[in-house]
């Protein structure tokens, strides 16, 4: 008769559940190992030993949507080929538009070749466009302290009802950037010496009023929205171009005096406007504007040859008007020539400064 005191067989197949009050254990495996000195098998498990938890940690499962730790991670902004590209459009625009701008200053204000040419296309523009003087007249008379008053302040509401305010900061910086940069510059640090080639008068590089326009003109289209932002370039381009064209004829400015103000607004604009990648209408429309634009530099190289073919500097002598009448009156298609030039020569730097800007968002 067995003894009822005696120790239970230890069977690992055997529920010993009522032994260790109301926690179930686990079936053990049988093992054919050796028994050890209490007469039990060696325990094996068949499943791996896992690491437990920190004690009084309880780990939470993870949310569906966030990713392991060892998973993919979020890439960084740079390393994203399209910013990349954008960025260096960026750079590289404001870096072109500085030296650029610096070079032409220094042909047009310190050297005798770029003094006369820069003179002789403002004075056959003048002469060519004696019949469009009202028009001229009007143009400029628009910019004025209440004009830029009234575009900022158009500039402000449409970035506000689109309900984005940094666009309208970043915009209006570039337009008080750049009037500030071009007043400071011909006022303070650019000089036009006398070379004796040309009149003596004095530095009028950069262009206050094609600063004004241009700058107004690319702050619309960085706040624009993405249906207007390509008919605001388009709009942008020809205002400008008038502008600059109306200064020549006029008699204020000479061509590397709006060049360099659209260059300098150019600069001040691509370095402030955002790189949004979103979609865009009129993107064809965009490689219209750059192809014409410089089929404009086509056009302005082969007019100013032509109608510069056979100078000699010993007419570039002071005389009547800015120097070079009486080289003009001889061949009179000459002043109709260099006209094209110069108009070809700012509608292309204004057509490629509002392309690039226009450019900098979207796809």
Not at 13 to 18: A, M, P
Not at 196 to 213: D, E, F
Not at 298 to 319: K, R
Request: with cysteine; aromatic share 6%; glycine share 8%.
């Amino acid at each position: 008769m067995d003894d009822p005191n005696a120790a239970l067989p230890s069977d690992p197949t055997v529920d010993e559940s009522y032994t260790n009050g109301s926690r179930p254990v686990r079936p053990r495996k049988r093992s054919s190992a050796p028994a050890d000195a209490t007469g039990r098998a060696p325990r094996e498990d068949s499943a791996p030993a896992t690491p437990r938890a920190a004690r009084g940690r309880t780990p939470s499962p993870a949310p569906a949507d966030t990713p392991a730790a060892d998973g993919p991670r979020p890439r960084r902004l740079t390393s994203d080929s399209w910013y990349r590209r954008k960025l260096a459009r960026r750079l590289g625009g404001v870096a072109t538009c500085l030296l650029l701008t610096m070079l032409i200053s220094r042909v047009a204000l310190a050297t005798a070749p770029g003094q006369v040419l820069d003179t002789i296309l403002m004075e056959g523009t003048m002469r060519s466009a004696s019949r469009y003087e009202a028009f001229s007249t009007l143009i400029t008379g628009i910019v004025s302290v209440p004009v830029m008053v009234v575009a900022g302040l158009v500039v402000a509401l449409v970035a506000a009802a689109r309900r984005r305010p940094t666009l309208a900061g970043r915009a209006l910086g570039a337009v008080i950037g750049a009037n500030v940069t071009t007043q400071i510059l011909k006022d303070y640090i650019l000089t036009r010496p006398n070379l004796g080639v040309t009149t003596g008068a004095g530095n009028s590089l950069p262009s206050g009023h094609t600063t004004v326009a241009v700058t107004l003109s690319l702050a619309l289209i960085v706040v624009a929205p993405q249906w207007f932002r390509s008919p605001s370039a388009w709009i942008g381009w020809a205002w400008t171009s008038l502008m600059g064209v109306s200064v020549m004829m006029e008699g204020w400015h000479r061509p590397s005096d709006v060049i360099t103000a659209v260059l300098i607004a150019g600069a001040w604009a691509l370095a402030l406007s955002p790189i949004e990648r979103r979609p865009r209408h009129g993107a064809k429309v965009q490689r219209v504007m750059m192809w014409a634009s410089l089929g404009l530099i086509v056009i302005a190289l082969l007019a100013t040859g032509a109608a510069m073919w056979g100078f000699s500097m010993s007419a570039a002598s002071p005389g009547s008007g800015y120097g070079f009448e009486d080289f003009l009156q001889v061949r009179p298609w000459r002043s109709r020539v260099l006209g094209v030039a110069a108009v070809a020569w700012v509608s292309a730097a204004c057509g490629l400064i509002m392309h690039q800007v226009d450019r900098l968002a979207g796809e």
